[in-house]
């Protein structure tokens, strides 16, 4: 019998988790619009140490999610926008097991790359 391979991966991402958030970025625009801006002033506060801005970013990641958890709960469905983070919520699941490096590896490439070019 042949050793099982424990290494999990989904849909190219390090697990469903990560690419379940990394994929509500993307694709709810309020989401990505907020991304997209706090991606903007890490970068011109942090270039050209990419390290950081990944960190950084990292970090918005976290408290992003963390905020949505909260409005989550103080807001219990009343309206489409809590509904949809909660359907979000559920939908990403175990947020422990989010790699938000992997995601804010992800985000910043285009980005730094963009930026590095036009300074």
Same mark, same amino acid.
């Given at each position: 019998?042949?050793?099982?391979?424990?290494?999990?991966?989904?849909?190219?991402?390090?697990?469903?988790?990560?690419?379940?958030?990394?994929?509500?970025?993307?694709?709810?625009?309020?989401?990505?619009?907020?991304?997209?801006?706090?991606? *903007?002033?890490?970068?011109?506060?942090?270039?050209?140490? =990419?390290?950081? &801005?990944? $960190?950084? +970013?990292? #970090?918005?990641?976290?408290?992003?999610?963390?905020?949505?958890?909260?409005?989550?709960?103080?807001?219990?469905?009343?309206?489409?926008?809590?509904?949809?983070?909660?359907?979000?919520?559920? *939908?990403?699941?175990?947020?422990?097991?989010?790699?938000? =490096?992997?995601? &804010?590896? $992800?985000? +910043?490439? #285009?980005?730094?790359?963009?930026?590095?070019?036009?300074?």
């Amino acid at each position: 019998m042949g050793m099982v391979n424990m290494e999990e991966t989904y849909n190219g991402w390090s697990n469903r988790e990560t690419w379940a958030y990394a994929l509500w970025l993307g694709n709810d625009q309020g989401l990505y619009d907020s991304m997209t801006e706090n991606i *903007d002033d890490i970068i011109r506060h942090t270039y050209p140490d =990419r390290d950081k &801005a990944i $960190s950084d +970013l990292e #970090d918005w990641l976290k408290a992003n999610l963390e905020e949505l958890k909260e409005f989550s709960n103080q807001i219990a469905h009343k309206d489409c926008k809590g509904e949809c983070v909660h359907l979000m919520l559920e *939908d990403i699941g175990s947020d422990w097991r989010i790699d938000y =490096r992997e995601i &804010a590896e $992800s985000e +910043l490439t #285009d980005p730094w790359e963009e930026y590095s070019h036009d300074n």
